[in-house]
C-alpha cells in the first residue's frame, strides 16, 4: 500500500484568496508601523521625564512586534487550521485557564485591578490570549456538536465547563468588562457562522444583554464611566471621571482636519491619560488630524472586510468560523476602543490593536492575523476531494 504524501498547507492555496491575504498583510503591517510611530511619539515625553530613554517604550513594543509576527508566520505557514479540531484546542485552553486562575491568585494590580501576571522577568495580560482560546474552543464544540461526535447534553456541558465558566471567571476576578464583552461578540460570530438555530442566538443574546446591563448598572464605578454621555457633569466640574475623555475631545478639537504634526501633541505632556495605550487614538486625531484618523479607521475596516471574505471562502465551516470568528472579535475591539476614545461608548480600558502599547495585546492580535491568514492558505474544496480521490486509488488493493 502506498503511503500518504503529506500535502504542503500553503502550496495549493486558492487564487481566490490572495487578493483580501496581500490586502489584509497590507493592512496590519500599515497600522503596526503607525503604531510604533505614535508609541514613540505619545510615550517619549513620560519616558524623558521619568529619567529613562526617549525609546524605551518604542524599543520594547518593537521586539513584542517581532514575537508577534514570528508567531503569526508560523501559525500561517506551518499549522493548518484543522489542527484546532483536534485535541491541541484542550492543551490551548488549559494553558491559558492557568494562566487566567494564576492571575487572580497571585497576579499585580494596576489601576484597581488585578489583570497582569508577572513570569519572572516577563509581564504578561492573560486575558488577551484566552480571548483566542474561547474562540478556538467554541470552534471545536460547535464542529463537535455538527459532525454528530456529541449528543446535545453533552455539548451543553462541554459550553458550561469551557465557555462559560472562564468567562464569569474573567469578569468576577478581573473586573474586566471589556475583554469579556470582546470574548462574547468573538463566540457570538462563531456560534452565527457555524449555523446555530436563530432561536438559540436570540436567546444568547438576550442573556448577553441582561448580564451587560447588571455589569453596568451592578457596580458604582462601572455605572459611574456613563459620565461619558455629559463629561463636564461628573461632580467636579469637568476635573473627576470624566476629565480623561474632555482632554481627548480637546485632542481632536486641536488636531482639526490635518494634524498639528506629528510629534506635536499638547495632549500627551501628562494632561491624557493612558495616551500611549488606551487612549493613543486621541493623540493619532491631533497629531494627524481628521485624515490620519480616518486612515486608522479605513485599515481596520480592510482588516475586517479581507478577514471576513476569507472566512466566506474558506474550504469548510471550520475555517469559516475561525477566520469570521476570529476577524470579528479583533476588529470589534479596535472599534470599542476608538468609541471609547470619541466619546460615544463608555471607557473600557481595552488596547487599540496593533497600536497600542503593549506586549500581550501586540502578540495576540499578531497570533489572530496568523489563524486568519492560515484559513486563506487552505486549498480549495475542489482540489481537496481530489487529493483525497488519488490517494484513496492509489491506496486500493494492487492488482
Known amino acids: 500500500m502506498a503511503q500518504r504524501t503529506p500535502r504542503s498547507h500553503r502550496a495549493s492555496a486558492p487564487p481566490s484568496t490572495q487578493v483580501p491575504r496581500i490586502l489584509i498583510l497590507l493592512a496590519v503591517m500599515s497600522l503596526l508601523l503607525i503604531g510604533l510611530i505614535m508609541v514613540y511619539s505619545a510615550s517619549s515625553v513620560t519616558a524623558v521625564e521619568a529619567g529613562s530613554s526617549a525609546t524605551k517604550q518604542v524599543t520594547g513594543q518593537l521586539l513584542y512586534a517581532a514575537v508577534g509576527i514570528v508567531a503569526a508566520f508560523i501559525l500561517w505557514r506551518f499549522v493548518p487550521y484543522h489542527l484546532w479540531c483536534g485535541n491541541i484546542v484542550y492543551i490551548v485552553w488549559v494553558a491559558a485557564f492557568l494562566l487566567l486562575i494564576m492571575t487572580s491568585a497571585v497576579g499585580t494590580s494596576e489601576f484597581g485591578a488585578k489583570r497582569w501576571l508577572q513570569l519572572g522577568p516577563v509581564r504578561i495580560q492573560p486575558s488577551e490570549f484566552v480571548k483566542v482560546a474561547l474562540v478556538l474552543m467554541a470552534v471545536r464544540i460547535i464542529y463537535d456538536f455538527r459532525s454528530g461526535m456529541v449528543e446535545p447534553r453533552v455539548t451543553l456541558i462541554q459550553i458550561g465547563l469551557f465557555i462559560v465558566m472562564p468567562v464569569l471567571i474573567l469578569y468576577f476576578t478581573q473586573s474586566d468588562l471589556g475583554t469579556t464583552l470582546i470574548c462574547i461578540v468573538g463566540i457570538l460570530a462563531v456560534m452565527w457562522l457555524g449555523g446555530v438555530s436563530p432561536r438559540i442566538l436570540a436567546v444568547v443574546i438576550a442573556v448577553g444583554m441582561l448580564?451587560?446591563?447588571?455589569?453596568?448598572?451592578?457596580?458604582?464605578?462601572?455605572?459611574?464611566?456613563?459620565?461619558?454621555?455629559?463629561?463636564?457633569?461628573?461632580?467636579?466640574?469637568?476635573?473627576?471621571?470624566?476629565?480623561?475623555?474632555?482632554?481627548?475631545?480637546?485632542?481632536?478639537?486641536?488636531?482639526?482636519?490635518?494634524?498639528?504634526?506629528?510629534?506635536?501633541?499638547?495632549?500627551?505632556?501628562?494632561?491624557?491619560?493612558?495616551?500611549?495605550?488606551?487612549?493613543?487614538?486621541?493623540?493619532?486625531?491631533?497629531?494627524?488630524?481628521?485624515?490620519?484618523?480616518?486612515?486608522?479607521i479605513g485599515l481596520f475596516i480592510v482588516v475586517l472586510v479581507c478577514g471576513l471574505r476569507i472566512a466566506a471562502l474558506a474550504p469548510d465551516a471550520t475555517g469559516t468560523m475561525i477566520a469570521g470568528g476570529i476577524t470579528t472579535m479583533l476588529v470589534f475591539q479596535a472599534f470599542l476602543n476608538i468609541g471609547c476614545t470619541i466619546g460615544v461608548l463608555p471607557t473600557t480600558g481595552k488596547p487599540l490593536p496593533f497600536i497600542s502599547a503593549g506586549g500581550s495585546s501586540m502578540i495576540a492580535s499578531l497570533i489572530m492575523v496568523g489563524l486568519v491568514l492560515s484559513v486563506s492558505a487552505a486549498p480549495p474544496v475542489e482540489q481537496r476531494r481530489r487529493e483525497d480521490l488519488r490517494v484513496v486509488r492509489v491506496s486500493g488493493p494492487q492488482r
Do not use: C, H
Open 211 to 296: 448580564f451587560l446591563l447588571f455589569a453596568v448598572f451592578g457596580t458604582g464605578y462601572r455605572s459611574g464611566r456613563m459620565v461619558y454621555l455629559d463629561p463636564w457633569n461628573d461632580g467636579e466640574g469637568g476635573y473627576g471621571s470624566g476629565f480623561n475623555i474632555i482632554r481627548s475631545y480637546y485632542a481632536f478639537a486641536e488636531g482639526g482636519l490635518f494634524g498639528v504634526g506629528l510629534g506635536n501633541s499638547r495632549e500627551k505632556f501628562q494632561y491624557l491619560f493612558a495616551s500611549d495605550s488606551d487612549f493613543i487614538f486621541a493623540v493619532i486625531g491631533e497629531e494627524l488630524g481628521l485624515v490620519g484618523a480616518v486612515l486608522v
